[in-house]
């Protein structure tokens, strides 16, 4: 198993590598470089001096390289220097933000906690809905629940969120006015009240997002366990004379979960990334809103170290995700 | 199995065991239904439905209108006939689907052939793969509308270029389900004797591969592109809804649904038409998916 994970993360090295490569370029080579948008008024020393202060007069292949120590080794530093107090990174020079001149780094822990609290709490939301689902669904197969279950998961599959949020909001928001409309980022957490607050107005993003992910996770979850319901062991538990809850919520259930856990690994990515349209619709000022903002203003080293990040999360998870395979299934050995 | 003198079910042909069996599954019947509806009301509702001629001072005095017998769906904020612009999106939401899952489906199957056909070519391409496994797809996609605009509309216009550039985006970042799909069955198609048959009389690889591997690879292929519609749809939608699809006199059902946001909360229905026409399109286009995979897989046919 160690020998796998290490040989894993060996090759995840040059993907990372490829693809670090691939999104500098894409973004790099683009024509639509903010450097083209220098109003022309600006007089020809002055724009040099632009261009070499924001470093872009270097050629391609070493701007890479320094984007990638700088990715790979002065942000780590920096890291490790705030939490201990050491002074490892010195006084190197970090990946900064065209839009507001301070360091990426510094914006993305800014955004971050957003996007976890709501993102996150839609994931485990939508976890918590959709295993019960799964479960009862698959064990009155083709009853009238199941069949609502299976409606269930191909209208979440099929209503993309952007619209399913747009009508919650109409819903919720303006007709029935239980929620507010727009997420209040400024709300600090003190009291019992503000507590209720915060809860209120994550509510709409949640409900959309954990719904969308409750109807994936849980068709997997009903697949999975209508697979182990027919399996022989489950057949001798019962004719053990066990009743019928330790068969399917002992048994049955820790069997099922096992590619079940893994597909919620691969998705925790999205929880990063994913949720671009809602932060977007909602207001939440976290990752995905960022990149959008950095996008619309051409803030290629922010465009790029997002992205870049968000290529690390994918591999890492998929990486975590096999692991996870192999030591939950002792059937399943990698050597 | 009781009596064994009942007379045999007569065989049917193959593609008729396939109809009954996607017959039998009424999802696949309602969305071969409702998509049937949705592209006969966008093919041929522009012209039954041919909006008036407003002057733009007319236009204006009747902007923000509510259903009615004069317009269906309402007017929007410049006074345009709502009904008139949904079914001229839908043409082009619809038209970016089967394009963009037309690249993507001949891109992935041609990757998927080869992969799966030459060993020599097998590791580098599923290595590639796996790389766009791995790429942020949204916001690269993002990035990718965002920088090449401007220039590729420079070229062959603001529509076109949009269109070419959205299309073509989405069919490049969406093919490596279907590779991966092809090149299994390839890999075990290609173990088969009369494959093996095919090679001792002589033929050559392309041969073999047109003529014997790829109309076993068709109905595989046909439930990954169904699924492809759908999800280039809304692929497109999520970039229209970012503000980064289609320019607003070109519009796509994602288009409207972004324009209408601004007034969600006085006029609800802007954003409600054309999101449930997404919403039916994909659920039905998914449902046909979900039919053809019954369908085309002969161990539940028949059952």
Same mark, same amino acid.
């Given at each position: 198993?160690?020998?796998?994970?290490?040989? =894993?993360?060996?090759?995840?090295?040059?993907?990372?590598?490829? *693809?670090?490569?691939?999104?500098?370029?894409?973004?790099?080579?683009?024509?639509?470089?903010?450097?083209?948008?220098?109003?022309?008024?600006?007089?020809?020393?002055?724009?040099?001096?632009?261009?070499?202060?924001?470093?872009?007069? !270097?050629?391609?292949?070493?701007?890479?390289?320094?984007?990638?120590?700088?990715?790979?080794?002065?942000?780590?530093?920096?890291?490790?220097?705030?939490?201990?107090?050491?002074?490892?990174?010195?006084?190197?020079?970090?990946?900064?933000?065209?839009?507001?001149?301070?360091?990426?780094?510094?914006?993305?822990?800014?955004?971050?906690?957003?996007?976890?609290?709501? *993102?996150?709490?839609?994931?485990?939301?939508?976890?918590?809905?959709?295993?019960?689902?799964?479960?009862?669904?698959?064990?009155?197969?083709?009853?009238?629940?199941?069949?609502?279950?299976? $409606?269930?998961?191909?209208?979440?599959?099929?209503?993309?969120?952007?619209?399913?949020?747009?009508?919650?909001?109409?819903?919720?928001?303006?007709?029935? %006015?239980?929620?507010?409309?727009?997420?209040? &980022?400024?709300?600090?957490?003190?009291?019992?009240?503000?507590?209720?607050?915060?809860?209120?107005?994550?509510?709409?993003?949640?409900?959309?997002?954990?719904?969308?992910?409750?109807?994936?996770?849980?068709?997997?979850?009903?697949?999975?366990? $209508?697979?182990?319901?027919?399996?022989?062991?489950?057949?001798?538990?019962?004719?053990?004379?066990?009743?019928?809850?330790?068969?399917?919520?002992?048994?049955?259930?820790?069997?099922?979960? @096992?590619?079940?856990?893994?597909?919620?690994?691969?998705?925790?990515?999205?929880?990063?990334? #994913?949720? @671009?349209?809602?932060?977007?619709?909602?207001?939440?000022?976290?990752?995905?809103?960022?990149?959008? #903002?950095?996008?619309?203003?051409?803030?290629?080293?922010?465009? !790029?170290?997002?992205?870049?990040?968000?290529?690390?999360?994918?591999?890492?998870?998929?990486?975590?995700?096999?692991?996870?395979?192999?030591?939950?299934?002792?059937?399943?050995?990698?050597? | 199995?009781?009596?064994?003198?009942?007379?045999?079910?007569?065989?049917?042909?193959?593609?008729?065991?396939?109809? !009954?069996?996607?017959?039998?599954?009424?999802?696949?019947?309602?969305?071969?239904?409702? $998509?049937?509806?949705?592209?006969?009301?966008?093919?041929?509702?522009?012209?039954?439905?041919?909006?008036?001629?407003?002057?733009?001072?007319?236009?204006?005095?009747?902007?923000?209108?509510?259903?009615?017998?004069?317009?269906?769906?309402?007017?929007?904020?410049?006074?345009?006939?709502?009904?008139?612009?949904?079914?001229?999106?839908?043409?082009?939401?619809?038209?970016? %689907?089967?394009?963009?899952?037309?690249?993507?489906?001949?891109?992935?199957?041609?990757?998927?052939?080869?992969? %799966?056909?030459?060993?020599?070519?097998?590791?580098?391409?599923?290595?590639?793969?796996?790389?766009?496994?791995?790429?942020?797809?949204?916001?690269?996609?993002?990035?990718?509308?965002?920088?090449?605009?401007?220039?590729?509309?420079?070229?062959?216009?603001?529509?076109?270029?949009?269109?070419?550039?959205?299309?073509?985006?989405?069919?490049?970042?969406?093919?490596?389900?279907?590779? =991966?799909?092809?090149?299994?069955?390839?890999?075990?198609?290609?173990?088969?004797?009369?494959?093996?048959?095919?090679?001792?009389?002589?033929? =050559?690889?392309?041969?073999?591969?047109?003529?014997? *591997?790829?109309?076993?690879?068709?109905?595989?292929?046909?439930?990954?592109?169904?699924?492809?519609?759908?999800?280039?749809?809304?692929?497109?939608?999520?970039?229209?809804? $970012?503000?980064?699809?289609?320019?607003?006199?070109?519009?796509?059902?994602? =288009?409207?649904?972004?324009?209408?946001?601004?007034?969600?909360?006085?006029?609800?229905?802007?954003?409600?038409?054309?999101?449930?026409?997404?919403?039916? &399109?994909?659920?039905?286009?998914?449902?046909?998916?979900?039919?053809?995979?019954?369908?085309?897989?002969?161990?539940?046919?028949?059952?």
């Amino acid at each position: 198993m160690l020998t796998f994970t290490l040989r =894993r993360l060996l090759l995840a090295i040059p993907t990372l590598l490829v *693809i670090s490569l691939v999104i500098f370029l894409l973004v790099d080579l683009a024509p639509g470089s903010p450097l083209s948008d220098i109003p022309l008024t600006v007089p020809p020393d002055v724009r040099k001096k632009m261009i070499e202060a924001l470093g872009a007069d !270097q050629p391609v292949i070493f701007r890479y390289v320094l984007w990638l120590r700088q990715f790979f080794w002065v942000e780590p530093a920096y890291l490790i220097d705030g939490w201990f107090g050491t002074t490892w990174a010195g006084d190197e020079q970090r990946i900064l933000s065209w839009q507001s001149r301070s360091p990426v780094f510094t914006i993305i822990g800014q955004r971050l906690p957003q996007t976890l609290i709501v *993102i996150g709490t839609a994931y485990l939301v939508g976890i918590l809905i959709a295993v019960p689902i799964g479960i009862y669904s698959a064990y009155r197969q083709y009853s009238f629940f199941d069949q609502a279950g299976t $409606l269930f998961a191909m209208i979440g599959f099929s209503v993309p969120t952007f619209f399913s949020g747009t009508l919650f909001i109409i819903i919720f928001a303006v007709w029935l %006015g239980w929620f507010p409309t727009k997420y209040d &980022t400024q709300l600090v957490v003190t009291d019992w009240a503000s507590f209720l607050e915060q809860m209120r107005q994550m509510a709409l993003p949640v409900m959309t997002l954990g719904l969308a992910n409750a109807a994936a996770i849980s068709r997997y979850m009903r697949s999975s366990m $209508l697979d182990n319901m027919g399996m022989d062991y489950v057949r001798t538990a019962r004719a053990k004379g066990m009743t019928e809850r330790t068969v399917i919520l002992k048994h049955v259930l820790r069997n099922s979960l @096992i590619p079940v856990v893994t597909v919620i690994a691969l998705g925790i990515p999205s929880i990063f990334g #994913g949720a @671009i349209i809602t932060e977007n619709l909602f207001g939440v000022n976290g990752i995905g809103a960022a990149l959008i #903002g950095a996008i619309h203003a051409s803030d290629l080293p922010m465009v !790029q170290t997002l992205a870049f990040i968000f290529a690390v999360l994918i591999v890492l998870f998929n990486l975590i995700a096999d692991v996870l395979y192999g030591l939950l299934d002792p059937r399943i050995r990698y050597d | 199995m009781t009596d064994t003198n009942a007379a045999m079910p007569k065989p049917v042909s193959q593609r008729r065991a396939i109809w !009954q069996q996607f017959s039998n599954h009424k999802g696949a019947l309602f969305g071969l239904i409702t $998509l049937g509806i949705l592209i006969f009301a966008v093919l041929i509702g522009p012209y039954l439905w041919i909006p008036e001629k407003l002057s733009v001072a007319e236009a204006i005095k009747l902007k923000n209108q509510g259903p009615s017998f004069r317009f269906p769906f309402g007017t929007d904020q410049l006074g345009r006939d709502m009904l008139a612009r949904m079914l001229l999106a839908g043409r082009v939401s619809l038209a970016v %689907g089967l394009v963009a899952m037309l690249i993507a489906i001949v891109f992935g199957t041609l990757v998927g052939v080869l992969a %799966g056909y030459f060993r020599r070519l097998d590791g580098p391409l599923m290595r590639l793969t796996d790389m766009f496994l791995a790429l942020p797809l949204v916001p690269l996609l993002l990035v990718m509308v965002m920088l090449f605009r401007d220039r590729v509309a420079s070229i062959v216009g603001p529509e076109l270029g949009a269109f070419t550039l959205i299309v073509f985006a989405i069919g490049i970042t969406s093919w490596m389900a279907t590779a =991966r799909i092809v090149r299994g069955e390839v890999l075990t198609l290609k173990e088969r004797e009369y494959v093996l048959a095919a090679r001792s009389i002589g033929a =050559r690889p392309s041969r073999i591969i047109l003529r014997h *591997i790829l109309p076993n690879v068709v109905s595989p292929v046909m439930v990954a592109a169904t699924l492809g519609v759908a999800e280039a749809i809304i692929t497109e939608s999520v970039l229209s809804f $970012l503000g980064l699809g289609f320019p607003p006199d070109f519009p796509t059902w994602g =288009r409207l649904l972004f324009d209408g946001l601004q007034y969600m909360q006085v006029y609800p229905e802007r954003v409600i038409w054309p999101g449930l026409a997404i919403s039916l &399109t994909v659920l039905s286009v998914n449902y046909i998916g979900d039919g053809l995979r019954d369908a085309l897989d002969p161990r539940i046919r028949g059952r």
